[in-house]
């Protein structure tokens, strides 16, 4: 059974950083692509960031701007989001995804994703 834990959420002053962290299990994680979406209230998600199941290929949305930086670390399992000079607009629940299958590529479309973690809530107070 796959299981995807995020951690790292919290409160945080405009202006600040987090680093989200998600632990996979039940899926040989080398093999799969990872990435992080969110969901704002009242919002449909949206993608944040992708990083190839190898780790040398990453994809971010727009919004990112070079402020969030999607890291993994195979050994152990685990893919992470260090976020920068956050604002109000990055207010939400950030979740991590697992690929649908080994090798498939990183992808901004969260149809590419088979597994998803329950999620981590991000507030970004002014």
């Known amino acids: 059974q796959v299981q995807l834990v995020e951690s790292g959420g919290g409160l945080v002053q405009a202006g600040g950083s987090l680093r989200l962290s998600c632990a996979a299990s039940g899926l040989t994680f080398s093999t799969y692509a990872m990435g992080w979406f969110r969901q704002a209230p009242g919002k449909e998600r949206e993608f944040v960031a992708a990083?190839?199941?190898?780790?040398?290929?990453?994809l971010s949305a727009d919004f990112v701007k070079g402020r969030f930086t999607i890291s993994r670390d195979n050994a152990k399992k685990m893919v992470s989001l260090q976020m920068t000079s956050l604002n109000s607009e990055d207010t939400a629940v950030y979740y991590c995804?697992?690929?649908?299958?080994?090798?498939?590529?990183?992808?901004?479309?969260?149809?590419?994703?088979?597994?998803w973690g329950q999620g981590t809530g991000v507030i970004v107070s002014s």
């Open positions: 995804a697992a690929g649908l299958r080994s090798f498939h590529p990183a992808t901004a479309d969260g149809f590419g994703y088979a597994y």
């Open positions: 990083i190839s199941w190898g780790g040398s290929s990453t």
